[in-house]
């Protein structure tokens, strides 16, 4: 059953007991729709989307703090760079 058909039925503050009764009063009723119970394949079909979600959600946090590390880093390089240009042991291959 969706919560957006209970929550007429809460009479007070959301806790685990308000929350029983009001399902318990919204099942009663005569009018009640329900929602459908999903299948195995449909189920799997969800957890692989989620899963996915999930990949690319990790993916781009990690090319962001990438980035963002790049960001932070490439001032002070360059700083140090000209920096050290005119030095002797800068300009010589090892």
Do not use: W
């Not at 809460?10 to 099942?27: F, G, H, L, P, S």
């Amino acid at each position: 059953m969706p919560p957006a058909y209970v929550k007429p039925y809460v009479k007070r503050q959301k806790n685990d007991a308000t929350d029983a009764e009001a399902i318990c009063e919204a099942v009663t009723r005569p009018n009640m729709r329900f929602a459908p119970t999903k299948t195995v394949e449909q189920q799997s079909c969800l957890m692989l989307h989620r899963a996915r979600h999930l990949l690319i959600r990790q993916q781009t946090a990690v090319i962001n703090t990438g980035s963002g590390t790049r960001a932070l880093i490439a001032p002070i390089m360059a700083y140090v760079k000209s920096r050290l240009r005119g030095r002797p042991s800068f300009n010589r291959r090892i």
